[in-house]
């Protein structure tokens, strides 16, 4: 059975600190990994990955992949009150619309 | 920028009444989805259509139902709600095709149903 796992279940950091959000998958013919952050409101679009080492980047978030270990990660560096969000990972399997989501990492950051 | 809307931030319901959640896109999107948020189970796919008036069911169909009269409109059914659909419910769009299709998110409806 297709499955994402994603670690720590909830973290709480202190603004300034730098945080590694974790993705594991176990799926049948993997195309991509997606990330999105969710606040009070839509989860928005983080990043796509589909090849292996190439890193994402955005501000101070970023993201690496590593096929081969079947997982990926999610920096957030010099972290903000305003990064408090439950993040997610899903993963797209070939041929297929159908996205399979971890149960996401909800994150804290206190002032 | 995408924008997908969803009728309803909040909505209370009564057990066994019929609850139409509605899902509008604007970027003539060719597939829609209709999740179920729920603490510790992460999103669960209910239903998705690729196309007007196709529709496929996802992991967690049972209770629900879906129509798709319109492209850019998804309506999931709940036929007679019972407490165990209180829930958050989120709709999402991608367009069509296998290649980059990354689904875009409305803001969600909470459901409760006493």
């Known amino acids: 059975e297709d499955k994402v796992v994603q670690s720590p279940l909830s973290l709480v950091v202190h603004e300034g600190d730098t945080v590694t959000l974790n993705c594991s998958y176990e799926?049948?013919?993997?195309?991509?990994l997606l990330w999105y952050k969710q606040e009070k409101k839509a989860p928005t679009f983080l990043f796509m990955l589909?090849?292996?080492?190439i890193e994402k980047k955005s501000g101070r978030l970023s993201s690496i992949l590593d096929k081969k270990e079947l997982f990926s990660i999610l920096n957030i560096t010099a972290t903000q009150t305003g990064d408090s969000a439950i993040y997610l990972c899903?993963?797209?399997?070939?041929?297929?619309?159908?996205?399979?989501f971890g149960t996401g990492t909800r994150l804290k950051v206190l002032a | 920028d995408v924008k997908v809307t969803q009728s309803s931030r909040y909505l209370v319901k009564r057990t066994g009444e019929k609850v139409f959640l509605e899902c509008v896109q604007d970027?003539?999107?060719?597939?829609m989805f209709w999740y179920r948020q729920d603490p510790g189970l992460g999103l669960r796919l209910i239903y998705f259509?690729?196309?007007?008036?196709?529709?496929e069911k996802g992991d967690i169909p049972e209770g629900y139902s879906v129509s798709r009269e319109k492209k850019e409109r998804f309506s999931l059914i709940l036929e007679s709600a019972s407490t165990n659909q209180t829930s958050m419910y989120l709709c999402?769009?991608?367009?069509?095709?296998?290649?980059?299709?990354?689904?875009?998110f409305g803001a969600g409806t909470r459901l409760s149903v006493l």
């Open positions: 999402a769009s991608s367009r069509g095709g296998l290649v980059k299709n990354i689904q875009y």
């Open positions: 799926v049948t013919n993997f195309r991509s």
């Open positions: 589909t090849s292996s080492g």
């Open positions: 899903a993963v797209i399997p070939s041929g297929t619309y159908k996205y399979i």
């Open positions: 970027m003539d999107h060719e597939n």
């Open positions: 259509s690729y196309d007007v008036k196709m529709k």
